[in-house]
Structure formats: structure tokens, C-alpha cells
Nanobody, 122 residues
Framework: QVQLVESGGGLVQAGGSLRLSCAASTSTSSILAIGWYRQAPGKQRELVARISSSGTITYADSVKGRFSISRDNTNKNTAYLKMNTLTLEDSGTYYC???????????????WGEGTQVTVSS
């Protein structure tokens, strides 16, 4: 199955930047779809960005033009979320996600990372 390890969260001033990393360990050699979600206190978890196995990218409207999701050139199952021009509303716990499904005939269960905290200060 899949294990996810996130890193890169922290405290940053408004207007600053951070880059999150998600390393997915899996027994399959397939390229996984990987997404980033976030959850602020008292709010529902929401999609921030995702990249499909084929490379299709989706962003939440609130982060378009500021955030960028990409894959590592060497390890395609490591994904990055580059966050620029951060605002107070970007604060929250960011979770890496791999959706369940068939990858080259092998069924992979949905997986979530443990989350990494992003705090944007004024």
C-alpha cells in the first residue's frame, strides 16, 4: 500500500513562501495521483491542489496563481506544493493524499499523511 511522509510546514509572515513535500512510499511502480488538502480550525478539510497520474493539475480557486504543485524529477511519487504570497487564510494543517484506485492493475487504498502545520502571521 502507500505510506505518506510530509514535510516543510512552519511559521511564515504574510506574503512569504513555503514549500511542502510529500513522499509516497508504495510497492507499486506506478505514478500515483497525489493531492494536498488543508484544514483550518473549525472548518472542513478542503482540496488545495492535486496532480493526477497523467499529470493533470487542479487547484482550488483560492490558491490559483499563488500555489504550484509538481513532482520530483527523479522520484515521481514525491510531490511538492510551492506556496507563494501566503495570506492568513492559508493557515491550517496541510495533508497529503493519495486517492484509492487501480494503479497498473494493483488496487491501492486511499492514504492520508499525518499533516504538517502551516501558520501565516501578520
Amino acid at each position: 500500500q502507500v505510506q505518506l511522509v510530509e514535510s516543510g510546514g512552519g511559521l511564515v509572515q504574510a506574503g512569504g513562501s513555503l514549500r511542502l513535500s510529500c513522499a509516497a512510499s508504495t510497492s507499486t511502480s506506478s505514478i500515483l495521483a497525489i493531492g494536498w488538502y488543508r484544514q483550518a480550525p473549525g472548518k472542513q478539510r478542503e482540496l488545495v491542489a492535486r496532480i493526477s497520474s497523467s499529470g493533470t493539475i487542479t487547484y482550488a480557486d483560492s490558491v490559483k496563481g499563488r500555489f504550484s504543485i509538481s513532482r520530483d524529477n527523479t522520484n515521481k511519487n514525491t510531490a511538492y506544493l510551492k506556496m507563494n504570497t501566503l495570506t492568513l487564510e492559508d493557515s491550517g494543517t496541510y495533508y497529503c493524499h493519495v486517492p484509492g484506485g487501480f494503479y497498473d492493475g494493483i488496487y491501492i487504498l486511499t492514504a492520508w499523511g499525518e499533516g504538517t502545520q502551516v501558520t501565516v502571521s501578520s
